[in-house]
């Protein structure tokens, strides 16, 4: 094993791999990457994968955005398949969520997003096989879809391999410190001196700050994806579904699947041996299904297949924490997306690379989401709009 880099990414999940792409491909120098169990062997896997833009942050917008437009070119720009498919995204709104929906729906229009508020009558031109109940308006995104977050993360680990990335699997971290200028990673296979260290570690980020000082609480929650086989009446390619009365949410998944889960990232479970695979609960599964079944009563007999469960990394304001570690110069996080972060993988890739290689991010200003932000207890608010954890 190579015993100094110029760019260590800890972390082989879809963010880690867009990290180190970005980095090698813009002359990062020797750029290593270290996982300790297989690409995208963490929440990526599990990701739904959906691509919205529909944020209350406009750092988030633009971000979302600039993933859309890299998952929707991504052979041309990246090398490889991402899974993209472009189905739209609609959110179903009860009355109490239509204010700050309309103001989401203000800022994406100025700043380019093609989206819009829709009528009932559209919604159900859209799916027809819908009870409306609840629902009083509803947001449309037809440029939306979603992509496959394993296949994704393996591109992005391709790529950076064409571009020269070391990518050592089966390499844990055991922890980081300051060492002169740099950062000493001690690894299971031997210790690695480099000039730069990036955490991409999801809910395993804390453990390892924690040794340079540096308080970032992650709880990592447990969540439950329910797969359906559609009973006749609803379109193969149905788009997206979020449904803010019930809070679940509706993606196909080939041909005549869709799958199930929830907006509220603490709609979840901790264990105590979260990396632990486990099948989901059945009561869960028949929760979810239940919910489908009342929003399209066509769907009373869809079967339930057997689903799965993956582990969302929740800050304490369901945003994530990106950029240096206070007191540790050399080392940078990139973790805790709560629920949310494949879609902002294009981007944060991109931004990490900005702010190591030129001192600072190009497109968005990402000073909100700094790392020491936790322990100066000035976290993110979502103002008066959506609850912000109710948007993952
Ligand atoms: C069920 C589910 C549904 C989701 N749906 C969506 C969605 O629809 N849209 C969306 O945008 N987001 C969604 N997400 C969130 C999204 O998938 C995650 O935010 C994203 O995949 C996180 O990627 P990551 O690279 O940060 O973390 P991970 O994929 O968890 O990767 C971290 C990697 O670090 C490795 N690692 C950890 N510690 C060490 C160590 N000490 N040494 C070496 N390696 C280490 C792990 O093995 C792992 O491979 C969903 C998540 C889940 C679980």
């Known amino acids: ?4 880099a110029d760019v260590v990414v800890v972390g082989g999940g879809v963010h880690g791999t867009s990290i180190a792409w970005n980095l090698a491909r813009r002359g990062a120098g020797q750029v290593v990457l270290l996982e300790k169990t297989g690409i995208a062997a963490g929440a990526t896997q599990y990701s739904s994968a959906n691509v919205r833009l529909h944020y209350q942050m406009e750092t988030l917008a633009r971000m979302a955005l600039f993933g859309q437009n890299m998952f929707k070119n991504f052979n041309e720009e ?15 709104l009860p009355e109490r969520d ?3 929906a309309r103001k989401v729906i203000a800022m994406q229009q100025k700043i380019g997003i093609d989206s819009r508020m829709i009528t009932n009558d559209e919604i159900l031109d859209i799916e027809p096989s ?20 394993a296949l994704t993360a393996r591109s992005f680990a391709d790529a950076a391999e064409r571009e020269g990335v070391d990518l050592l699997i089966g390499s844990e971290v055991l922890g980081v410190s300051k060492q002169g200028d740099g950062i000493e990673v001690n690894t299971d296979r031997g210790i690695i001196s480099a000039g730069n260290v990036v955490l991409a570690t999801g809910f395993r980020t804390s453990a390892l700050l924690e040794q340079v000082g540096v308080e970032m609480p992650i709880n990592p929650v447990r969540h439950t994806i329910a797969i359906v086989e559609r009973a006749p009446g609803m379109d193969n390619d149905h788009p997206i579904l979020s449904d803010r009365v019930s809070m679940g949410y509706y993606r196909q998944s080939g041909p005549g699947l869709t799958l199930i889960g929830v907006h509220d990232p603490l709609e979840g479970y901790t264990d105590a041996e979260v990396e632990v695979e486990r099948p989901p609960k059945q009561d869960i599964e028949v929760d979810l299904a239940s919910r489908f079944a009342e929003r399209f009563p066509d769907q009373t007999n869809a079967r339930l297949r057997q689903g799965y469960t993956g582990v969302y990394d929740c800050t304490p304001d369901f945003q994530p924490a990106f950029g240096a570690v206070p007191g540790t110069p050399g080392l940078f996080v990139d973790a805790g997306y709560s629920g949310h972060g494949f879609k902002l993988s294009p981007a944060s890739g991109h931004l990490m690379a900005d ?10 200003d990402m000073t909100p989401f700094r790392v020491g932000r936790f322990a100066e207890n000035d976290l993110i608010s979502a103002g008066e709009g959506y609850e912000s954890r109710t948007l993952a």
């Open 1 to 4: 094993m190579t015993d100094t």
């Open 78 to 92: 990246v090398g490889g398949d991402c899974g993209w498919n472009q189905v739209g995204y609609v959110v179903f």
């Open 98 to 100: 239509v204010k700050p």
């Open 130 to 149: 819908i009870n409306l109940d609840g629902i009083v308006a509803g947001c449309f995104e037809p440029t939306s879809g979603h992509a496959d977050g």
């Open 355 to 364: 702010l190591i290689l030129d001192g600072e991010t190009s497109f968005v």
